[in-house]
Each structure stands twice: as structure tokens, then as C-alpha cells.
């Protein structure tokens, strides 16, 4: 049995967001002698699970690769935000260590695939054929085959090989198999990592992190490029993708984000979206322009809110998705719409002149 | 070859099929010209910066090979 047909027999999909079949990568990559690279990054906002794989599983993640890679071992490389405690760690195992700067986008799939090969660590066009056929970026430059998979993935696969499909399929449900990985976090406790499986309580999973205050209104899940779910949802809520679409929400990179009951969420949001204003990298004019002035919008409103800025806000946010070279901008379109859905009361509380939270207080939850 | 009046004419949706083609923007290339907007008014719209909406990315195969050929950014291609 071959490697990719034991993953597609297993069900295994990446880690890392997209939730691709990693068997048909793998085949991908294995037809095009790509390069491999590990996504050790934990990109998105209180994500922590790619770190934990490295302080945890290093030697089985190196083991994985090797199986995985169509190449000698010596071209892997794993990439990690520069300085961070991942990258040292990966540098201390004598590994090829790909550094990147530690922005919102540097760690996405393609913006890998440029800086390895001596270029910016900034999202490139996806003109078809996908680069682990190689190709060529929007300025014309040979891009060489390159496929990037999740650090839990490769974990993953290691362990399939050790123990079979059968275990495997063991965790989680038929449509969703395997177990996973999760990042929980609130305002006092950051990058929780837990060992679960698609179908687990919401409220389990909560509950490393103390549980979901009586008081909460609102669980983020999946970051900048996520959602907010009412509190109200959690107690029946599972952690399954059919779950969580019901509510507009997906899994993807497995982070879950207790908000602070006690601040205003309109300044919460509004301190998410400068920070996203600052991580676009400035090559799609949609996302250099539109995303800065969404947040722009989203700060005069709660300097002053009024009607018409909350109906430009709508907008605007509904003109970024599919208009990047990346997904950053449907990300931040997304979370700028569950925002406004599950935090209508505030916005209306707001436009009426007076904020439901008048003991706010700062809560660091963009603190890395 | 069809004058411009007559092609202005066309009817904004055709039904898919032969003949037809359809356009993507590379969003890293394009600078915002607008080129595409004003080669297929019916199918690319601009927002407040100059750069396109694609509102309707199936185009007449002779067309897209016009706008194409036109956008000086080379921003646009089939799939």
C-alpha cells in the first residue's frame, strides 16, 4: 500500500485552514518531484498547535517529512516566524529553518513557496496550474514545484504509518476523521493547545480555559479569518464543520478565542481590524485600499456612529472577498460580518448613543 | 470584424458554451487602468480606486482576447 492511498483510506485533510485532501497533494507532489516545506508559522491569531507539534513531536514531525517529501531529506525545509520560540527550537534540532517575518500573510501557502526561493514572503497570483506544479508569479518568475503541508498534517501522517487507518478513523466523525488539534485561548489564558476530534463539546473544549463565563456573549472562532458565534450557541454546539456552519463558522485552523465579556465590542473589533489595516501586504489594490478603509469606517463608527457608516461598512466589507491574491481579505470580510450579525445590539446600543458596556476594559486578545 | 457599435450592442449575457471564455484578474498585477472596464462595460466594473469588480467573468471569446491584449498591466487571463 502506498503512503498516499494509505492518507486517502485514513481521510486525513491539512491542519493548517483549507482542509484538503492531503493524499491528493501528496500524489501532486510525488508527480512533480516538489520541494516540501513544513508550516510551522501558527499565522492566524492565537493559533498555537503548529509550536506545540515542535516542542512536542519534533521527532516524529522530522519523520513524517521524510516520509512525505519527494526529495532527499536535506531539501525540507520548516518554516517558523523569525525569532520566534518555534524557530528556535527547530533550529536547535539542526533543521533547515525557513525564517519568515512574522506577519498576517507571510505564512500563507504561496507566500512560503516565494520566500524559499529568494523572494518576498508575500502571497503570489494562483494562476492555474496550483505551484506545486511550479509555475510562474505575477512579475514572470519561474516559480519551481514546491508543496506546503500543516506541521499537524505531517505529524499526522507519521502517526497513520505507525498505527493505520483504523486507529486513526477512531477519532472524530465518518465526515470529519481523525483527531486534531485545537488552540484555545482567552483574555487570560493564550495558546491552550488540546488534543480533541471533530464532534467534540464546545463547551469541553471551553473548558480549559475556565469554561464560558455566565456573562459571556460571543467565542471567536478561527481568528482574524473566522467568525464570532453567540455565547448563547455553545452549550449544543459541537466542533464539526456541519456544527459550525450552521452559524457562518468553520474549523479551520482549529483557534478558539474567549472574548472578554466586559469590554465594548465594537473597540474589540475595531482594535482587530487596525491591526488588519497594517498585515495586508500591500500588492491587490482591493485589500491595500479596501481593507484600511473598512477599518477606518469601523473606527469613525465607534468614534460616532451613525446609520449610513454602518451601511458603508456592509459595503465595503462585501467588495474584498475573491478580489486578492490571497484569502486575507474574504477572511477579514467574514469576521467584519459575524461582527455585525452577533453584535447587533451593540451596534443599534451604539447608533442609539450609548455603549452596553460601560465598565469596558481593555483586553489584549491580539497579543501573540 | 464587427464595428464597435455593434459590439456595444451585444446583449450583456450570453448563454455559456462555444465562443466563449472566461476572464480572471491577477490582483498582484493589475494597477487599476481600468482598460477592462471600458473593453467589457457589461462584464468589469471599477471600484472607488480604479481597480475591477468582475461582475460577470464569462465573456465572448474575441473579446476577452481584446481585453486581454489591452490591459497594460497583463493583469488579465483565462482559466
Known sequence: MTLASLLRDAGLTGRGGAAFPTAVKLEAALGHRARLIVNCCDG????????????????????GARLLSPRRPATIRYAAHRG??????????????????????????????????GGLARPMTKRAPPFVAGGRDSAGRRIRPTVVLNAETVWRVLQLVEWGADWFRSYGTA?????????????????????????ARMSELLSAVGGLPADAEAVLIGGLGGSFVPADAVPSLAWSTADLARLGAGIGPGVIELIEPRECPIALVDRFLAYAAGESAGQCGPCMFGVPALAAEWHRFAECPSAPLLHDISRRSGLLPG???????????????????VYRDHLEGHLAGYCLDPGRRPADVLTR | ????????????????????????????????????????????????????????????????????RLCPARALYRT
Open chain 2, 1 to 68: 470584424m464587427s464595428s464597435r457599435a455593434e459590439r456595444d450592442s451585444r446583449p450583456a449575457l450570453r448563454p455559456a458554451g462555444a465562443g466563449m471564455t472566461e476572464l480572471r484578474v491577477d490582483r498582484i498585477a493589475c494597477t487599476g487602468h481600468g482598460v477592462c472596464a471600458s473593453v467589457l462595460p457589461h462584464h468589469f466594473e471599477l471600484d472607488e480606486w480604479g481597480y475591477p469588480i468582475v461582475t460577470d467573468p464569462a465573456v465572448p471569446a474575441a473579446d476577452g482576447t481584446t481585453a486581454i
Open chain 1, 84 to 117: 520566534s520560540p518555534t524557530a528556535v527550537r527547530l533550529h536547535g534540532a539542526g533543521l533547515d529553518v525557513l525564517e519568515v517575518p512574522a506577519r498576517y500573510v507571510s505564512s500563507e501557502e504561496s507566500s512560503l513557496i516565494s520566500i524559499a526561493q
Open chain 1, 44 to 63: 492566524e491569531i492565537g493559533a498555537a498547535k503548529d509550536g506545540w507539534v515542535v516542542e512536542h513531536h519534533l521527532d516524529e514531525l522530522v519523520s
Open chain 1, 175 to 199: 465526515a470529519e476523521p481523525g483527531p486534531r488539534l485545537v488552540s484555545v485561548n482567552s483574555p487570560t489564558a493564550r495558546g491552550v493547545v488540546l488534543e480533541t476530534e471533530a464532534g
Open chain 1, 323 to 341: 478580489r486578492g491574491a490571497c484569502r486575507f481579505p474574504d477572511g477579514v470580510a467574514r469576521f467584519v460580518a459575524s461582527a455585525t450579525w
